[in-house]
């Protein structure tokens, strides 16, 4: 579609109208679009009334194919899909390069998504930029309206405003949006404004994108510090990560100015991950078979609802409740008190049906996790098997049990029939007035968002606009704002700050080859920690320890493989080893045994300890790293700057360091300021660091606080709010914000 292309016609004292194929209306001296091409306004295309009711009226006109088509996510897209890109896409049945076509248009798997399958929820994942991601918005917009109903399509996005890329599931990297430090730094921040601006500058980029739901935020209690999520929550403690969930929440989808909050400013927030993802057994994640189950030996399970139920469900702002909920793939250990079934929590009628629709009330939108509906794989070591404890179910009959369950949506399923049979089945079992009644429940649910947001009444962005907002100098501002404001200084032996012009040694790292995200390898990797050219407008270069004033050692928290090795299992082992937060191999000598929770059809066993086991990291070097630069540097400083995903045991290496700061996820030219006394640290720990991998291992993974801590050189305590500014020991309103209860 040619730029601008759509047509504009503003009510007076009401919503401003685009459209591109639909005719309008005139009544009453007002406009409206006449999405169903009757020539009478139908009550859902009435800007007028309530979004509860339009979405009633509509989701009653919808077939049970249409409905279907409501409650699926489309796969990861690509704007463009590109040669190597995952999720690859055709264009007139050629790559594009080939194509000839703009960068914006739809692929030949969008045209038939949306008309053949009736998709309208489309999650992206690369937006080359603002320019074209706009374009290709108002492209799948106008493709939608030519379509019965005119139903817009409510685009998504997993987070990408991150300031460094993080290793846990599809992230994309911050492009042309301004530039955030990880959920652990907006709590390190442990201000709320920081916290507010965050989701408000959120969403005024993903409106400028196109983009109406959030897959955020990750409310998550991180009270087990080996799970590999753990970065991309508020922290430990119930009580901030509640008040940070209200506050985001609010700031992506409030509307300043309507009656209920919602418009055209707003976004869709998906609060994930119901009943909290946190308490995974000895850090492994359920990503994965081998990592199922969460487990509750510290009988916290309240704790890590709180965030949910007296911060998303209570939102301060006029909205009220988030919009939308995610059930994690876990496994909750014995939680089902109702029908003792250890099944993944979509799949469980006590967790969402008894607690969340029922007690809780909550009655927006359940989404699952992405693919938890597929067939599992045959072997335990593979991402994508997440239908735990109903493998013995067909897929339809997968799709029934979550439905019957209060389910309205699928991540990561665009494959209709499923759906389909699911519906007759579920004909077969209650009649079908009663099962067409239920999925149009969910296609209310759907609807209601996208009428929201105004996407009915117009969907369309000017490029220029988008352009202009995206990444803007104020949000780019208030981004690096927020970075500098998040990282914690827990070292300083009075080397900081330090002065600008003197001669630094940054040495190279070296990673060995490790299990990633998908469970293939990566190779071994030298990682040049940051630019000559960026280090130099802050130092002068030394190429040698020896020549330099100082050096700053860039390292990042121990690598491993997550907790399992089919090569080990393939041995006679049962394939579970430790995961380490130290950077020497560590020896699981007081692991718990036998495990809590255990049991999988692809194996034979149930106890999945690993006690006496050995636990290794793939950036052991960065240790040895500080340590050879300490030798080398004898007396000059030596600054550790350490991007931490999980809390780290510095016993190792806190020592050999006269200087430490903690990042989680911010540019480098953040640390250097800081090195170099142009701002000054004012982050607090919003976690814990433990003493030792012995207090990790005997600790209980629901349970917040309950590990001892590390206690340094110097005397300092790395406790949650522990934090130095050049004075010392920071202590304000915010350390006390918060008291352990």
């Given at each position: ?25 005139e009544q009453d001296?007002?406009?409206f ?12 295309e ?12 509509l ?12 409650m ?20 007139n049945?050629?790559p ?8 914006w ?17 489309v999650?992206v ?12 918005s ?14 817009p ?13 993080a ?25 709320p404004?920081?916290c507010?601006?965050?989701g ?6 993903y409106?400028a994108l196109?983009?109406?739901t ?5 409310i ?5 510090p080996r ?16 008040d ?12 300043p ?36 189950y969460?487990?509750y ?26 919009s ?11 939680r ?12 469980s ?14 009655d ?14 045959p ?8 239908c735990?404890g ?30 389909l ?8 079992k ?18 209601k ?15 220029a ?10 949000f780019?501002?208030a ?12 070292k ?10 003197k ?16 469970r ?18 802050y130092?002068?270069w030394?190429?040698?320890p ?22 080990e ?9 430790p ?8 020896q ?16 034979d066993f ?11 990291a793939?950036?052991e ?8 630069t300490?030798?080398?540097?004898g ?48 982050a607090l ?11 990790v ?18 005397g ?10 050049w ?6 309103e ?8």
């Open positions: 579609m040619p730029q601008n292309s759509f047509r504009l016609y503003q009510n007076p004292d009401g919503p401003v109208l685009g459209t591109v194929s639909a005719p309008i209306l001296g007002l406009f679009k006449d999405l169903a091409r009757t020539g009478q306004l139908l009550p859902y009435d800007w007028r009334l309530p979004a509860q009711i339009r979405a009633e009226d989701a009653a006109r919808l077939s049970i194919e249409e409905i279907a088509g409501l699926m996510y489309s796969p990861h897209q690509m704007i463009p899909t590109l040669p190597g890109d995952p999720f690859q896409g055709s264009y049945g050629k594009f390069p080939e194509s000839g076509l703009e960068r248009a739809l692929t030949d798997q969008q045209k038939a998504f949306l008309e053949q399958d009736h998709i309208r929820h999650l994942m690369k937006l080359e930029s603002a320019g074209i991601a706009a374009r290709w108002n492209a799948i917009q106008q493709a939608e309206e030519e379509l019965p109903w005119g139903i399509v409510n685009v998504s996005s997993d987070p990408r405003h991150g300031a460094s890329k290793k846990a599931e599809f992230k994309s990297g911050a492009n042309d949006v301004s530039k955030w430090p990880e959920g652990l730094g907006i709590a390190a921040t442990f201000s404004e920081v507010r601006q965050f408000e500058t959120i969403a005024k980029e409106r196109g983009i109406t959030a897959l955020s935020p990750q998550d209690l991180a009270t087990e799970w590999m999520r753990f970065e991309d929550t508020f922290g430990t403690h119930p009580d901030q990560v509640t940070l969930a209200r506050l985001y929440c609010d700031g992506l989808q409030t509307t100015g309507t009656a209920d909050g919602w418009g055209r400013e707003s976004v869709c927030a998906m609060a994930k991950h119901w009943p909290g993802g946190g308490p995974c057994e000895a850090g492994r994640d359920a990503h994965y078979a081998f990592g199922k969460a487990v030996p510290g009988d916290s399970f309240q704790s890590h609802l709180k965030p949910f139920t007296e911060g998303a469900f209570r939102l301060n702002g006029p909205t009220g409740s988030v939308a909920i995610m059930p994690y793939y876990t496994v909750s250990w014995e089902d008190i109702k029908n003792g079934k250890n099944v993944g929590n979509a799949y009628e006590y967790l969402i049906k008894d607690l969340l629709r029922g007690t809780y009330e909550y927006g939108i359940v989404c699952t996790d992405w693919g938890v509906t597929r067939d599992p794989a072997e335990m070591d593979a991402l994508c098997s997440h735990f109903v493998e013995s179910l067909t897929e339809a009959e997968r799709h029934l049990l979550a439905i019957e369950n209060g389910v309205d949506q699928f991540g990561g399923n665009s494959d209709i029939r499923p759906i049979e699911a519906y007759r089945l579920g004909c077969e209650y009649g079908e007035p009663v099962m067409r009644a239920r999925m149009e429940r969910s296609a209310v649910r759907l609807l968002n996208i009428f929201r947001c105004g996407l009915f009444e117009n969907p369309y962005l000017d490029p606009e988008s352009e202009a907002v995206v990444g803007c100098e104020a780019a501002k981004g690096y704002e927020a970075q500098l404001q998040s990282v914690v200084l827990v300083n032996r009075s080397v900081l700050p330090a002065a600008c012009g001669k630094v040694y940054i040495p190279d790292r070296t990673i060995q080859p490790h299990k990633n995200f998908f293939g390898m990566s190779p071994e990797t030298t990682v040049h920690p940051v630019e000559r050219s960026l280090a130099e407008q130092f002068q030394a190429d040698t020896e020549e330099a004033d100082l050096a700053i050692v860039f390292i990042e928290s121990p690598i491993t493989d997550g907790g399992y090795s089919g090569e299992a393939a041995a006679g082992g049962n394939g579970y080893l995961i380490t937060l130290q950077y020497r191999p560590y699981a000598n007081t692991a718990r045994q036998p495990s809590i929770a255990g049991g999988d059809f692809r194996e149930t106890d999945r300890s690993y006690r006496g086991k050995t636990g290794t793939a950036n070097a960065d240790l040895d790293l500080v340590l050879d300490r030798a080398a540097m007396d000059k400083p030596v600054i550790v700057c350490l991007r931490m995903h999980n809390p780290t045991v510095l016993s190792e290496l806190e020592p050999a360091a006269d200087a430490i700061l903690i990042d989680f996820g911010v540019q480098k030219q953040v640390l250097l300021d800081l090195i170099c006394g142009k701002a000054e640290p004012s720990l919003p976690v814990e660091l433990p003493a030792s991998m012995e207090t291992e005997t600790h209980c993974e629901d349970k917040p606080f309950d590990y001892e801590v590390y206690v340094d050189s110097e300092h305590a790395y406790g949650y709010a522990y934090g130095l500014n004075q010392g020991v920071i202590k304000d915010r350390t006390h914000l918060y008291p352990k209860h």
